[in-house]
Nanobody, 125 residues
């Protein structure tokens, strides 16, 4: 069974930085697609950054381009979300997720089957 655990959320001032960590277990390969998503109050869950295939092709939401990056350490089964220049509108619960199927994956929540419990990020002065 695939399991994911997010950590690293918290309260940060606008303009600050935060690194989220997603530790995975149970995946059959190290080159699986993986995504970071977020859900703000009263809004739908949205894709933030997703590694969509084994070649490492990466999708970035327009709102985070130039500010957020994704990286992975396969030896540690861990994926990171580095968030810089944070804005109040980045406030949300952040989730990492893995799809059951590895082909034709985008960065839409419905593409993904296994989810972590989420970690809260609050950007406020």
């Amino acid at each position: 069974q695939v399991q994911l655990v997010e950590s690293g959320g918290g309260l940060v001032q606008p303009g600050g930085s935060l690194t989220l960590t997603c530790t995975t277990s149970g995946a059959t390969r190290d080159d699986y697609p993986i995504g970071w998503f977020r859900q703000a109050p009263r809004k739908e869950r949205e894709g933030v950054i997703c590694i969509t295939n084994r070649d490492g092709d990466t999708y970035y939401a327009e709102s985070v381009k130039g500010r957020f990056t994704i990286s992975r350490d396969n030896a540690k089964h861990t994926v990171y979300l580095q968030m810089n220049s944070l804005k109040p509108e980045d406030t949300a619960v952040y989730y990492c997720a893995i799809p059951e199927e590895y082909l034709g994956i985008g960065c839409t929540p419905s593409d993904y089957d296994f989810w972590g419990q989420g970690t809260q990020v609050t950007v406020s002065s």
